[in-house]
Structures are given as structure tokens and as C-alpha cells.
């Protein structure tokens, strides 16, 4: 099996699922509770914690944990609209966010708790930084944009941005880093930036699993409201086996390995097809890889790969259950027949390159193949 779906989610690494099971099953003390197995259990959660901070390089009381991407990304624009009613109700993002992020900030616009502007994207799925400034308002309390984009790779002006917001100190900056693992040099790449999402899955880590980093002195409402956990920002009892197991993942895959050479190797392998089209940004992250056979609906593209045991996605796993389409390659404006055609190959730092010479192979014959049918008809 040839599997190339990384950025749906990734194999769990062996080590850390043993650190998750020795941990579920020998420290499973509430690291609430005032007796040895709950404090043994609080000091492997606040190790945890320091191990994060020290990988992003910033504080152990910035980590708050989550149960993975979508929560974070909620509680980070719930909770600063929420948080910041008083100062203003607009917010900056773009087209082309994750559901977790669009879809939040639809139910916030419906409810009237917000007014939104949404950024369009160029032709290699960028935002313009300039746009971002010129949306800015007195009453803007958040910009939410994400670090690279799930669906075609691109990288979104983080560091831009941040520079200017600098001279706007009054909006949270929110960033979904869920897919930038490697992406910049280093994990928060820019320091205006304010709160962080990350999800453990993504990094060979646990589902079910994240944290969302959040400056000093910046204040968000909690969306779980409990026994007041996490500082009070995110109360129900620590899921202490799966931060620690996440802290491990983190340590051991901060980056998505090299894979600049993976996609050389897979642009050159099917350069002879002429009829695919490939669709990513060349400046993109080169572990995101999106592509399209014409005149073929990337589901039938991806069952014929399944069939030889190679699993890709079509564009993201999140849209193609709900068939909500390729919402970032239309917003770049690709031809709708075209990007019904994309599948998206997401490698990790597990992916080898022979594996993508086997990729290659199938590509090309299935490529052939449909070439031979349309011309047929
Ligand atoms: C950019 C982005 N943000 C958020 C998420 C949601 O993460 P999770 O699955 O941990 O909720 C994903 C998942 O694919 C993603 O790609």
C-alpha cells in the first residue's frame, strides 16, 4: 500500500502510540486530583507542556491543549469575537480557510455577532497582504488567515501580515498552522502573531488531539466552560496519554521531512502526459501536491489508484464527503471541470522516493488510458 494522503492525516508514529498506551494505562490519575497518581499524571501533563513550548520556542503558559485543529481554530475566533465585543465587530479572513475556520465564522456573521471581510485569492491561491491592509478598520478585532492552505499548498503572506499589524496592536492575529509543519523556519514564524493552531494527527501524533498557542496578554473567551482546566480557557479533564503522545509526535516530526526532491521526482515522472494538469503553486510547500487528469472527476481518478493500493485524497478529506468541492482552486479561478478533476498527494517524512516512482507509473497509465477514451469519443 502506497499511502499519500498526509495532509488528511498521518500514520501514527509506533513510538508514540507506545507513549500513549504506557501513559493511559500507568498514569491514568486525574492530574487534578490532590493524591500520587493524579500528581504523577499533572507533572507528565505540565512536561508535555514544556516539551511543546520548547519546540514552537515560546512560553509553557502559551500551550493551551485542545482537542485538535477544529477546536482550536474555534476557540481562537469564538473566542476573541466574544472577548473583544466591546472594542469592535469586524474580522478579516480569506476565501479559502478550512472549513473549521469558514464555517465558524459564517455561524458568527448569521448570529450577528460579526461583520466579515473575505479576502479573494490570486491564480497560485495567495492572498495580497496589501488587501489585508487596505480591509483593516477602526472596528476590526480579527485577522484569521492560514499558514499554507490544505487543499493546492500555497503559503499565505504570514510574515507580511504580521509586519503590518504591528502598527494595529489591537486585532488578534490568528493563524491555522495546522498544515505548515516545515513550511518556515521555524514553527510561529512571525511574533505579532497571536494565537496558533495546531492538531497532532497531522504529525504522526494522535487524533482527537491539538493545542492552540496563545501570546501573553492576549485574552479570548473559553468555549468550555467547567472546571476550569487549561487556565480556565479550556475546562474537561486533561487527555494526559494523548498530550503526551502529541509532545512526543512533535519532537520527533517537526517537519515534513524533504520533499522538494519527492516532487521534483513526481513533476518529472508524469512531465510526458500532457493531458495533466497540475495545479499547485510552484512556490507552494512541496508536500502538498495538487494535480488533475482532464476530463476525469478526481473521485474516479482516486478509486483507480485505490485499486492499485495507492491512496490519495480529492483535494481535502473534509470536502469530499459533503461534496462541497474544491473551494480554493475555484477561488484561484480554475475552470470548475478542471478542479472537479484535482486530487491532492500529501507526502510525510515517511514518504519515499520509491513509492512516488510507483505513483508516477500509475499516473501515467491512467493517464494514457483516459486519453485513449476521449479521443475515442
Ligand atoms: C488547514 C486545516 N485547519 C484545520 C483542520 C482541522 O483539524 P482537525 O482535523 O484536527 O480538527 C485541518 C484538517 O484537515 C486543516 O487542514
Known sequence: MIYIDNSATTPIDTSVLNTYQKVATQFYGNPGSLHVPGV????????????????????????????GGTESNNLAIRGTVFAKREFGNHMITSTIEHPSVLNTIAQLESMGFITVTYLSVDQNGVVDPEEVSQALRPETILVSLMAVNNEIGSIQPILAVGDLLESHQNVHYHVDGVQSLGAFPSIIPHDRIDLMTFSAHKFHGPRGVGFLYKKHGRTIQPQLTGGGQE????????????ITAMARALR???????????????????????????????????????????????????????????Y?????????????????????????????GAIRLSFSDQTTSSEIEHVCEALKKHANHFKTVFQNH
Open 40 to 67: 504523577k499524571s499533572y507533572q507528565l501533563l505540565e512536561k508535555a507542556r514544556k516539551q511543546v513550548a520548547e519546540m514552537i520556542q515560546k512560553q509553557e503558559d502559551e500551550v493551551i491543549f485542545t482537542s
Open 231 to 242: 487556565r480556565q480557557l479550556r475546562s474537561t479533564t486533561e487527555n494526559v496519554a494523548g
Open 252 to 310: 520527533l516530526h517537526p517537519n515534513h521531512g524533504n520533499a522538494e526532491p519527492l516532487r521534483q521526482l513526481l513533476k518529472r515522472g508524469i512531465s510526458a502526459c500532457d493531458n495533466i494538469v497540475w495545479l499547485s503553486p510552484t512556490d507552494g510547500v512541496p508536500y502538498i501536491n495538487c494535480l488533475a487528469i482532464k476530463h476525469v472527476k478526481g473521485e474516479v481518478l482516486l478509486h483507480a489508484l485505490e485499486d492499485e493500493g495507492i
Open 312 to 340: 490519495v485524497s480529492t483535494t481535502s478529506a473534509c470536502s469530499s464527503k459533503t461534496h462541497s468541492g474544491p473551494q480554493t482552486l475555484l477561488a484561484m479561478g480554475i475552470e470548475k471541470k478542471v478542479a472537479e
